[in-house]
Nanobody, 124 residues
């Protein structure tokens, strides 16, 4: 089992950047596919990005492609999300999540382990 804690959220102006981190503890971080999801107020959780357990393959939602980059450092048990050119519609609580093995899942229900989330607000 893995425990996840996100950090790095905050208030940023449109066009700005933020980097989110997700620190993992417990066993076998490198054996999990990791994902970032977000939930805007009043909406269902939305897939943002995922990365394979080796870091060799990544996937992105169309809404963030070209602006966000997911990365992981297995030696540090940490997942990252670099967000650039942020837009007001990116405002949400961002969650990292883990799924055992090497998967291509984008359905949040396929990820059994979740952090508590970090708020990102994009506003002038």
């Amino acid at each position: 089992q893995v425990q996840l804690v996100e950090s790095g959220g905050g208030l940023v102006q449109p066009g700005g950047s933020l980097r989110l981190s997700c620190a993992a503890s417990g066993r076998g971080f490198s054996g999990y596919t990791m994902g970032w999801f977000r939930r805007a107020s009043g909406k269902e959780p939305e897939y943002v990005a995922r990365i394979s357990f080796s870091g060799s393959t990544e996937g992105y939602a169309d809404s963030v492609k070209g602006r966000f980059t997911i990365a992981r450092d297995n030696a540090k048990n940490t997942l990252y999300l670099q967000m650039s050119n942020l837009k007001p519609e990116d405002t949400a609580i961002y969650f990292c999540a883990a799924a055992p093995g090497d998967t291509y899942y984008i359905d949040p229900l396929r990820y059994p382990y979740w952090g508590q989330g970090t708020q990102v607000t994009v506003s002038s």
